[in-house]
Structures are given as C-alpha cells and as structure tokens.
C-alpha cells in the first residue's frame, strides 16, 4: 500500500523538539543506530533518544572527535566508519552482527552538502555515494539486525530535493559538477531510499521513512562561505539564522518522531516534516516545503533501488 502524503495531526510541530516529541515514550532496552550522530542534528538525536533510555551506536568518521562531543551522555558507543569506503562499510557492519545485537531504530542522518567535487569509492560522486550509496549499503548490510516487527529505518533527506530529480543518464556528473544539484540529486534519493526500502521490508514489519528536518544552520554547512550563506538569505548580517530557520534541537525532532511515534503505524514510506506527514509541494519555496511528486515516486524508488544495488552488489531485502 502506498502512504498518501497528507498530514494526519500528530500534535506536534516545526517548533517542537526532540525531548518534545518523545514525552512519554519509554525506549529502555532498545538500541538506535545514528550515522553522523555526533554533530548538528545528529547529536540532538542522539542526546534525545539516549535521554528516553535508548542504547544508541554512533558510527563516525572521526571517532575521537565523536566521543569528545558525547562525553557525559550516558547510554551512547562510539563506533568507526567511513561511509565513503564501501570496505568500510562491510567491516562495520561485519562487527556489529558479529556482537548479535539488534537494532530497533536506524537513523541515516551523515552527509555532506555543496562541497568541491570529490570522488570516492570506486568513483562515485561524493554526495550520491555518501549521503545515498553509503547508507544504502549499511542498512542492506545490518539488514539482519532490524528486528522483524517492529524496527524502523528513518532516511534523513531535505527540501534540496526540489532542486533535482534522480540524473539517470549522469548519476556521478561526468559531464559538467554542480554542487546543488549533486547535493540536490543525493536529497531526492535519500527519500526514494526509505519509500523502496519500506515496500521490500513491509513483509518482515521493518519500516522506513525520510523527511525533511526544516532549515538549520549547522556543520553541514561548512562548505558554504559566509557570503554565500548572506546571499542565500540564510543569516542575517550579524551572522545570526535568518527568520524561519530552526534550532538544531526542533531541526532533530522529526527524524526522532519518524522512528517513534505510534501514529506512524500504517504510513510506512512516508517523507515527513514538521513532525507530521508532509503535503506536496505547491510551491519551490523550500523553507515551505512539502514534498515534490518525484522523490516519492514508487517506480523512480524501485529503480533506484535497482541501480544501487548493482554499484554496491548488495540487496538483502529483495
């Protein structure tokens, strides 16, 4: 069944935080799993989940950099990985199911935005083979993990989505790098990701869902000068967010609420924001948002998740 996306009143908000959303929710005994959890967004999420009693892994490119930040948050380990190395990848998740433990919640929070052309793995455009290729290969790989019946796989993607479709022909912009659009492409596929992902998963009770977190100013954003950020509207020219932007504390709330909330039973596959069930977009204002028809599209998913598992030689769902 395909999730209709409109919005289904969860009572919460784009002012609402983590800590907000997960009142009353009792995660003691359960283990969540947060790429990049350790900076921005991703160490609100962590600090939240562990805060409702979940165990939570962090995986991190810079380990010692990651423990540092989660000094003093009780509940959290500290796990290497470098999504940009498929080896990498492999030994990680070899490690994790070598321990036998299972994972309730998944969080694909990494990623890179805007940043010089790099190319990584076997070649591949950073942002598709980070922010996309990466995680899709970690979740197929600690597919054995997500415990049937119950676990969730939360795809963190953006409103950059609006900026571009999957590029069949050009997935790694041999023919001409743009920053935007690359990270733009790598947004759409991280939504395309969850909504395949939840088909192929539905059987064994395993969900996903992507989202959109709102506009927060954040590490990801270290590629971007400051001119550039003024320009964009971004911040103001005292260097503050602009109006409309988020803190990083309401900017983790969705993706906490995707991998929690009850009132997500039945909508699998869906791409949030706001703490809620995105509408579409009706406009191309991105601090709007909602969601463009093309990164929730089931054939675009399906094919995606074809492509994907040919570069990785990885499919564990299917």
């Not at 989940?49 to 509940?75: F, M």
Request: aromatic share 8%; glycine share 12%; net charge negative.
């Amino acid at each position: 069944m395909i999730t209709e996306q409109h919005r289904i009143g969860s009572g919460f908000g784009a002012h609402s935080t983590a800590d907000d959303v997960l009142t009353g929710i009792d995660l003691t005994g359960r283990t969540a799993l947060v790429t990049g959890g350790y900076s921005g967004l991703g160490l609100e999420t962590t600090r939240a989940l562990a805060r409702a009693g979940a165990r939570v892994v962090v995986p991190a490119r810079r380990p010692d950099t990651a423990r540092a930040a989660l000094s003093g948050v009780t509940g959290t380990e500290v796990w290497e990985l470098e999504l940009a190395d498929p080896e990498g990848v492999r030994a990680f998740a070899d490690r994790f199911l070598d321990t036998g433990r299972a994972l309730d919640i998944l969080i694909a929070n990494a990623g890179v935005m805007a940043c010089p052309e790099t190319r990584v793995g076997p070649g591949w455009e950073a942002h598709f083979g980070i922010n996309h290729l990466g995680h899709f290969a970690l979740v197929n790989r600690l597919g054995p993990a997500l415990v049937p019946g119950g676990a969730r796989v939360v795809s963190v993607a953006s409103s950059g989505h609006f900026l571009s479709d999957i590029r069949w022909d050009d997935l790694h912009f041999r023919a001409g790098y743009d920053r935007w659009l690359a990270y733009a492409q790598s947004k759409t596929a991280n939504a395309l990701f969850a909504r395949h992902l939840d088909t192929l998963g539905a059987d064994r009770g395993v969900h996903a869902f992507a989202l959109h977190p709102g506009s927060i100013l954040t590490p990801l954003q270290r590629h971007i000068p400051h001119d550039e950020q003024l320009a964009q509207g971004w911040i103001t020219p005292d260097g503050k967010p602009a109006e409309g932007f988020k803190t990083p504390a309401q900017g983790a709330a969705t993706a906490v609420w995707a991998a929690t909330s009850p009132l997500l039973d039945g909508h699998g596959g869906a791409y949030c924001q706001d703490c809620d069930i995105a509408e579409p977009a009706t406009t191309d204002d991105m601090l709007i948002g909602g969601v463009k028809p093309w990164a929730v599209d089931p054939k675009a998913a399906a094919r995606l998740w074809e492509v994907s598992s040919e570069l990785t030689c990885l499919d564990s769902f299917s």
